[in-house]
Structures are given as C-alpha cells and as structure tokens.
DNA sequence: TATTGTTATACTCTATAACTATA
DNA sequence: TATAGTTATAGAGTATAACAATA
C-alpha cells in the first residue's frame, strides 16, 4: 500500500468522505457562522458586509470605495448600494477628495462611530457564542490557520 | 484597565478591526475555497453541492434525498434539480422503496462511481493547492477546530 | 491608457410556501 | 398529523460589461 508524498493512497481517496475535505469543513462552518451572524442582527439594519465596510471606513477614516473593495474583495459594483444605505442611515458621509477629483473620501459620522461601537460589541457576543467550544488558545490557532489560507 | 470574564476590554473593542474577528477569517476562506474548487472544476460539471451530495449517496447507498438534506444541511426545494442533473447525466439512478412509497433510493451508477472517483481526485488536488502553507499536523488542527464551530 | 464611481443586468445560491401522495 | 418529493417563487450575494468623469 504506497503512499506518495502527499500521504493519500488509492483506498483512502476512494474511501473519503465529504467530511474528509478540508473545504467542506470551512464551508459548514462559514455557513453557521453568517447566519448566526445575520440572526444576531436581525432587528438592526446590519449585514456582515455593510459591517465588514463601516469598520474598514472607521479604520481607515477617508477611505475610497475601490480602497474598501480591494480590502474586503468585493466588487466596486456591489458596494454602491451598501454605501448608500450607511450614507441614508446617516452613518457614514463622503467628501470630494480636491487631490483626485474621481475619489471619495468616506468616513463615519458620529453617529456611525456609535453605531459601529455597538456593532462590534454585539458581534462579539455573537463570536463568543459562536466560538463557545474554543479556548483562547484555540481561537488564535484557528485565526492563524484561516490567514494562511487566504491572506 | 478592567477586563471581563471573557477578555476584552473598552479600548480593544474599539480598536478590533475587521480582520480581528474569527467569523470574517473563515468567511474569506471559505470564499478562496469554494472560489477555487470552482475553478478547478470549470469545465466540469460539477459544483460543491452536485460533488456533496453524490459523495453522500456513494457512502449510504439507498439514501433518501431528504437523508441528504438532513446530513448536508441542504433544503428539500434546491436538492430536486441538483438530483435530475446527476441522474440525467447518467451518474444517480433512483427506485421505489417498497417499504415506503413516499421515498427514492438513490444509487450512484457504475458510471456515477468512476466519476466520483475521478472528482475527488482532482478535489484533492484543488485541496493541497488551497492547504498548501498547512502541513499535516495543521491541517488536522485546522479539522478539529472546524468541526467544535458547526457539528 | 488606467482608474473611480456608477448603472444595468444576469446568474447562482438559498429560503419559504404550498401542493400531492403517502405514512 | 407528519413526512417525502416537488413546484414556484422570492431574495440576497456576487459577477460582468459598459459608461462618464478624471487622472
């Protein structure tokens, strides 16, 4: 029964599971996630996109829309509609930037500074529901892991 | 500087930006993964649900397409289509149990067989791509830890 | 020629409700 | 009453192409 270098052998392939793959792991678990995520913010006008955008804006004050896409990996088409709604929120305003006349600088309100704060504190309780079942040390195990995947 | 129970503090929730929280690390993992074995089965036709849920039919032979549902996590309404598809390509046959008039068995042909074969060869190609930066011991760590989040 | 923000559009995936036939 | 398979449909997320304004 050879092994090549990668360890698998003809009879573990073919005896695999869908739980053996790796990505199907990720997968399940991205799904529970989002969607305890999305649960958790039901009532609020939160989805984890528009959430992932307002914590870049307020990490990055004066950001451009092209600079978040590039960030998150969104697409610069997609992220018009979820500007607009933080803007008619109130929670983020955009400024003509006078260095480059096609960007926009965007950053919070204080309103959206606010909001964003009780975001994240809510996001927190979500990820330690979530994460329950890992200690401290699991968690940067898995946080270290997960970004050597796609950073 | 107090902190709680759970270990953040005012400050460090404040300052925790996107790529601090867990759930948007296995969120863009699983993005790169899936992203990937798509690609890798282009020309193909073959997505992670098709590749799920013929991969669950090889392993309990005679499973019900509700049985799938249930293991997958799969809504009864989005397996119909993904089934015609495998058994028009000749890949799931389906009979009458006797015993209950209301299910199919599902079966993988003999031709479903070879094809699911080759499938997971070529996903475990797609695997050691996407895991490469993980060695052995990682990626089981990275297995365990998965499986505490959604199972 | 390249980039920004935008519009329009299409496609995939997923969720819900309802129906039938069986149990 | 509950379940299996199905249909229809709606919604969210994402992808591509094209455009005007600007660099």
């Known amino acids: 029964m050879a092994h090549d270098q990668a360890g698998e052998c003809v009879d573990e392939l073919r005896a695999l599971s869908i739980e053996g793959f790796l990505?199907?792991?990720v997968r399940r678990a991205s799904v529970v996630i989002m969607n305890d995520f999305i649960e958790t913010f039901a009532e609020l006008p939160v989805r984890p996109v528009s959430f992932s955008v307002a914590s870049v804006i307020d990490d990055r004050p004066g950001v451009s829309s092209a600079e978040i896409c590039r960030i998150l990996g969104l697409q610069r088409a997609n992220i018009v509609s979820v500007l607009e709604k933080l803007q008619s929120e109130g929670f983020v305003r955009r400024t003509e930037a006078p260095s480059d006349m096609r960007v926009q600088r965007l950053y919070l309100t204080e309103a959206g500074v606010d909001a964003l704060r009780s975001w994240k504190a809510r996001a927190m309780e979500h990820e330690n529901?979530?994460?329950?079942?890992?200690d401290r040390d699991e968690r940067k195990q898995l946080d270290s892991l997960l970004r050597k995947i796609w950073s």
């Open 23 to 25: 990505g199907y792991q």
């Open 129 to 134: 529901r979530i994460f329950a079942r890992l």
